[in-house]
């Protein structure tokens, strides 16, 4: 056992010694979790928008009132037709216009929006809340319950896509290079004709980036928790395993990789192709994957951050037990078993 | 007794490059042998079929009597190999280096401190440097300590010298040496000639298959015309250098913090002289050089390369020099008559003057057939003739060159020798490093620097009577011993 | 001399392995997917609805509700707790419960309050569906309150058919260029930087502005073709066009290549190893991503988020190529976003040709 420990000492030096990418590895959680938890958010919030009456009335004063006093609209300027508030918006200086009509006050009166369309989701949005905001629709039609999320924060959708994204990251981007580096600096010959075995050499080279992974994780965990007021409603233990198990599928994949990979370039490029978009893009983590096409959807079914991502999103925000996520759980622990015998199945004890 | 290594009708093949065919040999135990031949003989896969690293694809070999394919774990247990690069991690210390490396092999450095305490000793003081910043002497004694420390049974060396200055190659052969009353069978491969004749036997591989198996001596002898071709003539021996100096050096320093690598070094060079800087790994040749191609700004001190001040025109030398680096310097994936366009064209050639030279300087390699091949797949000494061919091809007053023949065989290293002495004909000076004494012999005059600063300078003869010894190898040797830094 | 280096740089793109074929794939797959995938619509939502009143009424209004085709309609499970249960699972994500005697009470005129909970873990899906419903209910219930709404009109400026898709493609070619102008320059340099070649042309005559056009014109010609491929493949694929001048849309996008080909050539000299550039690379392109608008309204953002983006060429970016590209802006309109991405970009190639050092 001495000797792995050697093995894991030294692989945690060359990642200490690496100032600038150890910044970036802590720094980089630190900064996604700032920006995701109060910077980026796709909230109504500060709409711009443009008042078009042509005579002031009480009932329209009264429903202009609400809309400035929301936090959800910025009334930026009043005019008089609509074609001044076509124009204000065509200029960029404006997202919305809410014309009254003459009529407003007399109840036949109705109100038209007019509205910058490009982003089709966000001006359906902008009209769904002027429309609740103005009319007020009579109170107790409805009574809408918003489960989990009542705020609405983006951060709670976020945070587990973060850690889906950076685990994956770090360790299956790291452990490749880090093995591929070897290659090419010719000292994975030498390791390879000691008597080591070789599954220790990949054992030994993966700890520290399990270490540093799970330091991510409890960083994140505590960010979430204390700074971004993220709810860990389930079980923490359920979510620390479940966390490992995806951890060790990132490392088996990073092994694979570096299988296949000569050069660090080469490494590199595949994580990011082969990992990182992917990941973004079709796991569900930015793009919700039932809106994509059944064929993306199919892809999707074989990406591992989606049932990692589903899985935290339940435990953490949702609060449900074990037994709900117990489909991704049993998806990812399969996968990271095909994936770390193929990984360990693939890996040369020689240099061809 | 059993042999220690039987190699039996071996071959291994890369695709359509037969590397090795039906090589067969015997090691005895304890033995030291030698494996020569020139870049891409096959020596490397050879080695690297006997520490289990390849398969071959016929025939078999044993290590200890061990099958190199069925019993991988006992020959791994006994080897120590060195390969070609030196497989350090440049970011550990010298002493987490070593440490781990004993790891490794399930020992101890103080176990096998036995072993590798004559090699050790020398760079222990420096147990926390880390091994990155070692100069490329030390880092093979570090790279030798990894390989022994686990008291292997046999040591498989691959170039182990390669880019070293013949100081440390002789320490390193007499440290070999002292490994023998252990036991220890030594498998090396080297292209220096002093190296081989170090060797108990020695195997000559070309084209891979052993073309003879023999004493140094007799192998040396049987393949003179490889090893010791004729000596070159210089067409114009009696030259009158008394012309204008094209490089001229006042006390010239460049300090790295507290460090300083060039420690005032002043010297002129004469235009159409080959100037031969020597030194040893770490006695700031290259800074010097860097300083004089442009590269480095000095601390302090003056100079002129071809009339311009090396401080504030550094970018006029630039325009009336060749430079040709130590790494190879072309692009790989550029071919031939790509590369010659490039630099040409860097240098402002018009397209019609580049199409003749070009054409004339490849009839004039016999190169004409490979004007289109890719760089990259050409064997190491044409590249370097090449790289050397294309530093000289804008007629520059200077050439620098910073050992241009690292890890070459003795006849191609001739060959470039006689495109030197060309280049030097028509007037070009030639600002040259190298590791190899008996280059050293070829230039005009030569300098010698020890810790930063020039302990002589001279023509080779005027040197062998200053110091009353008989060759610039024992010149060399006498002075750099004298060393007391040895860092980069 | 240029012409030297430039032609250099492409033999050694084109004998390269993998770039050609990146070049040429890259377009290709980000058009055929990308927008598909880029779609924060709402749709398919699931739903399920506990029918506690099994009267005429409440059936009627769970047969709207399975005939919309905005939503999927999930099933009718027996009580609240399992409709619970169902979003627990991820198989329903909204639940409308109908009250007991719901019927009864919506003839009388009393409104009945119908339950509709949504599962808010995604914000977005949560209020667009829930809001959605609730107007199909509050159609259903009372007719009268309905009346208003259907005073409400909206007309949409631009993007008249919704197209999700649309709106997405600027920001796609947004990705290409920091991508294609962005990554490779950099890994292009510390690649010389590593084979030691660059040494070799640091004591040559080239100058510095030489070296790094060369490094630099052979990617605007692969991101101007690239973006070419993409704009004839949205016209062909999806039959979306730019609605303004196309010309604008190619100036915006030389400006933008301009920054990040000099931001890379910043990090490339100030990086010794291809892994530590492309990290650092990679930490800044992440964080000017999300801070430029491209997926996120940036008003949404807190005031000193906000306040990020005036030194976020990425931001002017998608600002102007989406209103010229969407809303069909002229060159009046995105002056003032042409202006301020040129001086950033002008002020990054500064910065980058004075970092590099031939002499140090």
Redesign the interface.
């Known amino acids: 056992m ?2 792995f420990s ?2 894991v000492l ?1 692989e945690a ?2 990642i200490v ?2 100032r600038r990418t150890m910044l970036i590895l802590f720094g980089m959680p630190l900064v996604l979790m700032l920006l995701f938890g109060f910077a980026i958010t796709t909230d109504v919030r500060n709409v711009r928008t443009v008042v078009v009456t042509s005579q002031v009335d009480h009932l329209t004063r009264q429903a202009v009132d609400r809309l400035a006093a929301s936090t959800y609209f910025t009334i930026t300027a009043t005019v008089a037709t609509p074609a001044d508030a076509e124009l204000l918006i065509r200029s960029q200086k404006a997202d919305l216009a809410v014309v009254f009509s003459h009529d407003f006050a007399s109840r036949h009166g109705g109100v038209q929006f007019i509205v910058d369309g490009s982003d089709p989701n966000m001006a359906q949005q902008w009209t769904n809340y002027a429309t609740q905001t103005l009319l007020n629709p009579e109170v107790g039609l409805v009574d809408l319950k918003l489960l989990y999320n009542p705020q609405m924060r983006s951060a709670y959708n976020f945070v587990p896509a973060i850690m889906g994204m950076l685990l994956m990251l770090v360790c299956a981007m790291m452990t490749s290079i880090s093995i591929v580096r070897e290659k090419e ?3 994975m ?8 075995k070789p599954l220790m050499i990949i054992v030994a080279k993966a700890v520290p980036y399990l270490v540093l992974a799970f330091a991510i994780l409890l960083t994140i965990l505590g960010m979430a928790r204390w700074v971004l007021d993220v709810p860990l409603n389930g079980s923490m233990a359920w979510i620390v395993v479940i966390s490992v198990v995806y951890i060790v599928l990132a490392l088996s994949l990073g092994l694979l990789i570096s299988n296949v990979a000569r050069t660090q370039l080469v490494a590199l490029l595949l994580s990011a192709m082969v990992l990182l978009m992917p990941i973004v893009m079709l796991s569900g983590m930015m793009f919700p994957v039932e809106s994509m096409p059944r064929v993306l959807q199919w892809v999707s079914a074989v990406i591992p951050p989606r049932y990692y991502i589903d899985a935290m999103r339940k435990l953490m925000i949702m609060g449900v037990g074990i037994e709900q996520v117990a489909r991704e759980v049993a998806i990812l622990v399969g996968m990271t078993l095909a994936l770390l015998t193929l990984a360990l199945k693939s890996f040369n ?4 | 007794m059993t042999p220690s290594i039987i190699v039996d009708h071996v071959s291994k093949a890369f695709g359509e490059v037969k590397a090795l065919d039906q090589v067969s040999l015997q090691v005895q135990r304890g033995e030291v042998f030698g494996l020569i031949g020139p870049d891409g003989a096959g020596k490397t896969t050879l080695m ?1 079929i006997l ?5 071959p694809d016929e025939g078999s070999a044993t290590v200890d009597g061990f099958d190199t394919v069925g019993q ?2 006992q020959i ?2 006994r ?1 120590g ?12 210390t010298v002493r ?1 280096n070593l ?3 004993a ?4 020992t101890t450095v103080e176990a096998g401190y036995s072993t590798i305490g004559p090699i050790y000793s020398q760079i222990e003081r420096f147990g926390n440097r880390r091994a990155g910043a070692l100069s490329g002497g030390m880092k093979q004694k570090l790279a030798l300590s ?2 022994l420390v686990h008291k292997p049974s046999v040591l498989v060396l691959d170039e182990p010298t390669t880019g070293v200055d013949p100081v440390s190659r002789k320490e390193l052969w007499d440290m070999l040496a002292t490994l023998k009353p252990l036991g220890i069978t030594i498998v090396a491969s080297t292209p220096y000639l002093d190296e081989v004749r170090r060797c108990q036997r020695v195997a000559f591989l070309h084209q891979g298959r052993i073309q003879g198996t023999g004493s140094p001596d007799d192998i040396l002898d049987r393949f003179a015309h490889i090893f010791n071709p004729p000596g070159i003539e210089r067409a114009d021996e009696v030259q009158q250098h008394t012309a204008d100096n094209v490089i001229e050096v006042q006390h010239l320093v460049k300090a790295f913090g507290d460090f300083h690598a060039v420690d005032d070094i002043s010297f002129n060079v004469k235009r159409g002289e080959i100037f031969g800087f020597l030194g040893a790994n770490g006695a700031g040749k290259t800074t010097a050089m860097h300083m004089l ?5 000095p601390t302090s001190g003056t100079g002129t390369v071809a009339g311009y001040d090396i401080r504030t025109q ?2 006029l030398i ?2 009336h ?1 060749g ?1 040709m ?1 130590q ?8 071919t031939v008559a ?1 590369n010659i ?8 050639m018009s397209d019609s003057d580049i199409e003749r030279k070009t054409t004339a300087l490849l009839d004039q390699l016999q190169f004409a057939d490979h004007r289109n091949d ?1 760089v990259a797949s050409l064997p190491l000494g044409w590249k370097q003739k090449l790289a050397f061919s294309v530093s000289i091809f804008h007629e520059p007053s200077i050439v ?1 060159l910073d050992e241009p023949t690292g890890g070459v065989d003795p006849a191609t290293r001739r060959q470039f020798w006689q495109l030197i002495y060309d280049a030097a004909q028509r007037g070009i000076t030639v600002f040259v490093t190298t590791h190899y004494m008996d280059e050293a012999e070829y230039c005009d005059r030569i300098s010698i620097m020890v810790d930063g600063k020039i302990r002589a300078m001279g023509t080779p003869e005027q040197l062998k009577q200053q110091f009353h010894l008989p060759d610039i190898d024992h010149v060399f040797t006498h002075l750099a011993r004298q060393a007391n830094r040895s860092s980069d | ?1 240029l ?3 430039i ?2 740089e492409f ?2 793109i084109r ?2 392995a993998f770039l050609p074929r990146l070049i040429v794939a890259f377009p290709i797959v980000i058009m055929c997917v990308m927008p598909w995938v880029m779609n924060m619509e709402v749709k398919n939502v699931k739903v399920d609805v506990v029918d506690n009143d099994r009267s005429t009424t409440s059936q009627r209004l769970v047969h709207t509700i399975e005939a919309s085709r905005y939503f999927i309609f999930a099933g009718q499970p027996a009580s609240y707790e399992a409709a619970l249960a169902d979003i627990e699972h991820g198989r329903a994500d909204i639940a409308v419960v109908i009250p007991r005697h719901f019927g009864k009470q919506a003839f009388a005129g009393n409104a009945p309050q119908v339950l509709i909970a949504a599962n808010a873990v995604n914000g977005t899906k949560g209020s667009i569906g829930s809001a959605y419903l609730s107007q199909i209910v509050t159609v259903h219930v009372a007719p009268a309150a309905a009346s208003i709404e259907q005073h409400v009109a909206t007309l949409n400026l631009y993007n008249k058919h919704q197209n999700y898709k649309l709106y997405m493609i600027p920001a796609l070619l947004a990705i290409v260029i920091m991508l294609m102008c962005g990554f490779l320059p950099t890994l292009n340099i510390v690649g010389e930087k590593e ?3 660059i ?9 510095k502005w030489a070296f790094i056009l060369a490094k630099l014109i052979p990617y605007w010609l692969i991101a101007l073709f690239v973006i070419t491929v993409c704009l004839l493949l949205a016209w062909g694929l999806y039959g979306i066009t730019c609605q303004g001048h196309v010309a604008l849309v190619y100036l915006l996008a030389m400006l933008l290549a301009l920054f990040f080909s000099s931001f890379g050539l910043l990090i490339s000299n100030y990086s010794d190893t291809m892994q530590q550039a492309i990290f650092v690379m990679w930490f800044f392109v992440v964080m000017l991503m999300l801070l430029s608008g491209l997926f996120t309204p940036t008003r949404s953002m807190p005031s000193w988020a906000y306040s990020t983006t005036y030194v976020n060429p990425m931001h002017y970016f998608i600002d102007a190529v989406r209103t010229v590209f969407v809303r069909g802006g002229g060159f009046a309109h995105i002056a003032h976003q042409l202006a301020a991405l040129a001086g950033i970009g002008a002020a990054m190639a500064l910065w980058a040709v004075k970092s590099y050092r ?3």
Do not use: W
């Not at chain 3, 040494?199 to 100058?207: D, F, L, R």
């Open positions: 001495n000797d050697s093995f030294k030096k060359h010694r690496d600096k010719g000292t010959e030498v390791l390879l004709v000691s008597p080591v004890n020689r240099l061809e | 690297r520490c289990t690293l390849l398969k991988m774990a791994r247990r080897v190999y060195m390969p070609g690069r030196f497989s350090l991690y440049e970011d550990l987490e440490e781990f490396f790891r490794l092999f399930g990894c390989a191609t442009g590269l480095n700004q550094h970018e630039k325009r020099i430079y680096s790494r190879f310097s072309l692009y790989g994936d550029l790509e366009r490039l630099f040409a064209g860097i240098y402002g890719l620098f | 001399m012409r030297h280096l032609r250099k033999l050694q004998r390269n084979a030691g070649t040494e070799q042309i640091n004591v040559t005559p080239v100058t031939k002499n140090h």
